[in-house]
Every structure is written in C-alpha cells, then in structure tokens.
DNA sequence: TGAAATGTTGGGGCG
DNA sequence: ACGCCCCAACATTTC
C-alpha cells in the first residue's frame, strides 16, 4: 500500500489537474492536502482569502462526496508536510508548479527535504517554453506571442477522477468560514459554467466590445484563473471551437492573446523576478515620484473628480474587480497624472484586486507606468476625459458606480466640473461638494509627467 | 492597448 | 474672376 500526498496550492479543482493525476497513477491511496500557510494568511488581501476559502469549502465538499476527505492543517509548509509525511507513510508529494519568489524558495526548500513532485498546470505552456532562438527569454510581447502560439498544443485537459479511494483518518483543521462574492460564484462547475457562458455569449464580440467599460463583455475568467479552479488548459480547449469557427474567429483571437499577456507576464516574472522590487528598465527607477497622501487617498477612494477614474476606483473597492479598460485609465491616472509611483498603486490593486496576481498586476502597472518590458511609451498618456467618452459613451458605468453623478446629464457625465452653477443646482448636485472638483488639471499634470520622465 | 501639436488641403465667404 | 482668410477635416510628427 502506498501513499502520495496532493498538496493543493492554488489549484482548487479535480478537473484537469496534472498534480492529483500523478498522485493518483503513483500510489494506492491520496491525501488531498491544503496549509493555510502563515506566510500567505499574513500577506494574502482578505478579500482573496475569503474567496479561495470558499473555493476550498467547496472543494472539500466535493472530495468528501467521492469518500476522501480534504485534509488541512495552518502553518508553515514543510513542517506540515514533514508531519503529514510521518503520520501517513507518505512517499510522495504532488502539486503545481508556481512561479513566484515565495513559491520557487518554497517549493526548492521541501524539495531538498521531502520528495516533491512538481507538475504543470497554471499556464498552457511553462515558462521558458517559449524562447528566442538563443535560449534568452523575450522581453517583447508580440514575438512572444508569436512563438507561443506556434508551440504544439499541450493536449486534452484531464477529466476529474471519477473514483478516489479513501484514506487513513487523519486530523484536519476546519477552513475559515467564508462569504460568496458578487458576481464570482465559488466551485469548479459554477466557474465552468462561467466559462460556457462567456464563450457562447460574448467572445463573438469581444474585439469590439471588451473596451466597453459598462458592459459585461470580457471574460471575468481572471479570479478563476488566479485560483486554479479552472485550468488555462481546460479553458483553452473549450475555447478552441469558437477560434476555428469564421463567425467568432476575430473576437477569439484577439481574447486569446489576453491569455498570452498572462503568459507573457509569468514568463517575465520567472526569468526577471527583480521586477517584483524594481523597474524592468534601468533608465526608469529614477523618476521623480511625487510624495502626496492626498492625492493618493483620493484616488484610492474614487474621489479624484474625473468619473472615469473614480468610477473604476469604486467598482474596484467594492466588488474587487475592475473592467480591464478602468484598469489601464486609472493606472494612467496615478502614474501620469499624480505622478506618483507605480509601486504604490501596484500594492494597493493587490490589496484590493479579487484575482491579484503578483505577475499579471506588476506586468500591467509596469507596462502603464512605461517601466517595463514592452511597455507602453512614457508620453503615452491617457486623457482621462477622452477615455470617457469613447469606452463609456452615454456614461452609464460612470452613473452605476457613482451614483452621485446618476442624473447628471450625457453632455456633461464626462466632465461634470464644466455645469454651469444653475444647472447644478436645479440638478441637486454641487461640484466641489456632493463629487469633487478635479484635483489636478489634466493639460498641466500631463506637461509635468512629460518633463518628470524626460529627467 | 494615445493624445497634443503641427502641417496640409480644400471648400466657401467675401472684398 | 481672383486672392485672401477662415476653418473644418484629415495627415503627420512629436511628446
């Protein structure tokens, strides 16, 4: 009789699962395993905590259905995997490949000591899959994209195994007791419905639509994904139908790059981990970044009086997740327009982001603060006005999340400063009281992020 | 996966 | 009829 142990990180799902397939082909019987790491309880957002124990509630239920109950214990990973190793005769752990500073310290640690095995699964292709002819991992997205594309497909996704035998009664700490999160139902097959509804429902659109910040018209699949419950894998090979078919081939292909940017980023971050620290570009880590708590606080909070900005700082702050457009808007806004550092607003969309990923979040802020690879220019700087008007038209994302602003009129929704007094007043509305005035003019604070970066 | 500044063109008003 | 000005509308360059 032998035992392997299926140690859970962030792959909360049966389907698909490389890990717990290994386990089961190598041993008898399987202890699926989950450490609320003392290291992640401490640094995780709690809005992230809430949903992967949500997440792993269901997961739970879901193994103690098939008759081999999840097993979980808090602490520090190798010690517990050390304990586990002796109270069940285990001779083999199984899990996921991660890819972050903590996750490689982490996993070589118990590695040198117990014997883990490591499969693929949170990309379709690992890192260093894709690289140049040299060996050297790209910098640039696009010949990325172009030699991750050509790479041979990775296969079928796994079916969920339909059988598990039981294991040894083993001691088990319950999981924190979580809430369901807006808009995010928990568990493998509500996200796999997720899934089915956007590709039937939206991705024929998506090149079109995606930038429409009022709209549900992207694939909201990120907390999913950042969790594991569904694999890119599985994703992808539910998606493949709708890119070889004419009638969804261009909203499929320009999503399936967005799968690429996440790719992109977590093969950055494993060959360059220093960005985690630090601007990808040299000649970027000396810009002069303004110190301004106001400024700060007021974009934090939504209140920097330009409805675009504060519209996607509320949905942020209170959903935990923000349209892609909002994102790029107000990363603009901070970095450019308060000039204040991108790390700063970095840690605070991870505070707050429902699918903060260290790779993806610092990818996107570098490429808006103009810092990392490929990234967007320096003087590239959105007009918080312009991106208005174009990406919420008849400003209903606006009136959705400040409802301060619902009867404003559609000639004014994008720049409500410019209402003359009577018209506020007849509105109920007072610029400067009930939404606050512009905390910086655009025209100038653009002209100073232009002379900041020039330095 | 910008936007502003600057340059060019062409039609219409008008002396 | 002609030149001049104005200014959209579009194109290019610059940040």
């Avoid at 981990?273 to 570009?281: E, G, H, S, T």
């Avoid at 603060?369 to 038209?393: C, E, L, M, Y």
């Avoid at 655009?442 to 900041?452: C, D, E, I, K, S």
């Amino acid at each position: 009789m032998t035992t392997a142990i299926w140690w859970i990180r962030r792959d909360l799902r049966l389907t698909d699962n490389r890990a717990l397939q290994n386990a089961l082909s190598e041993a008898d019987q399987v202890i699926p395993f989950f450490i609320l790491d003392s290291h992640l309880l401490n640094v995780e957002a709690p809005r992230r905590q809430n949903f992967l124990f949500h997440n792993l509630q269901l997961l739970s239920d879901q193994l103690k259905a098939k008759g081999c109950p999840l097993v979980v214990r808090r602490g520090d990973p190798l010690a517990e995997l050390s304990r586990l190793v002796e109270e069940s005769g285990a001779e083999l752990i199984c899990a996921e490949a991660d890819y972050s500073t903590y996750a490689h310290k982490r996993d070589n640690l118990v590695e040198s000591k117990l014997n883990l095995k490591l499969e693929e699964g949170l990309l379709i292709h690992p890192p260093w899959a894709a690289v140049k002819a040299d060996g050297s991992p790209y910098t640039m997205f696009t010949p990325f994209y172009n030699t991750w594309l050509a790479l041979p497909l990775p296969g079928n996704p796994l079916p969920a195994p339909t059988h598990l035998k039981p294991h040894i009664d083993l001691r088990s700490e319950p999981i924190p007791s979580a809430t369901e999160t807006a808009g995010f139902p928990a568990g493998e097959e509500a996200a796999q419905r997720h899934l089915e509804n956007f590709l039937l429902l939206s991705l024929g659109d998506y090149h079109s639509q995606r930038d429409r910040v009022e709209l549900a018209a992207t694939s909201q699949l990120s907390p999913y994904l950042r969790f594991g419950i569904l694999s890119p894998r599985y994703v992808y090979a539910h998606f493949r139908p709708f890119l070889d078919n004419p009638l969804t081939h261009e909203g499929a292909s320009k999503w399936l790059r967005e799968l690429g940017w996440r790719e992109f980023y977590f093969n950055i971050m494993d060959a360059f981990p220093f960005v985690l620290r630090c601007a990808f570009r040299e000649n970027m880590r000396d810009i002069p970044w303004r110190d301004c708590p106001q400024d700060l606080q007021a974009w934090q909070s939504g209140q920097t009086g330009f409805p675009l900005v504060d519209a996607g700082m509320r949905q942020l702050a209170q959903t935990g997740w923000m349209h892609n457009r909002a994102r790029m808007v107000s990363a603009s806004f901070l970095t450019k327009d308060l000039l204040i550092n991108w790390q700063t607003g970095e840690a605070w969309f991870m505070q707050q982001l429902l699918d903060g990923d260290p790779a993806s979040n610092n990818g996107g802020w570098q490429w808006t603060a103009g810092t990392g690879t490929d990234a967007a220019p320096f003087f590239r700087i959105f007009n918080p006005v312009t991106q208005s008007r174009k990406f919420d038209p008849q400003g209903s994302y606006i009136r959705t999340w400040l409802p301060e602003l619902a009867n404003v009129p559609d000639n004014f929704i994008h720049e409500p400063w410019k209402m003359p007094a009577d018209l506020q007043t007849s509105l109920g509305v007072q610029i400067g009281a009930d939404y606050p005035s512009p905390i910086v003019d655009h025209n100038l604070a653009r002209r100073r992020a232009l002379a900041a970066y020039k330095k």
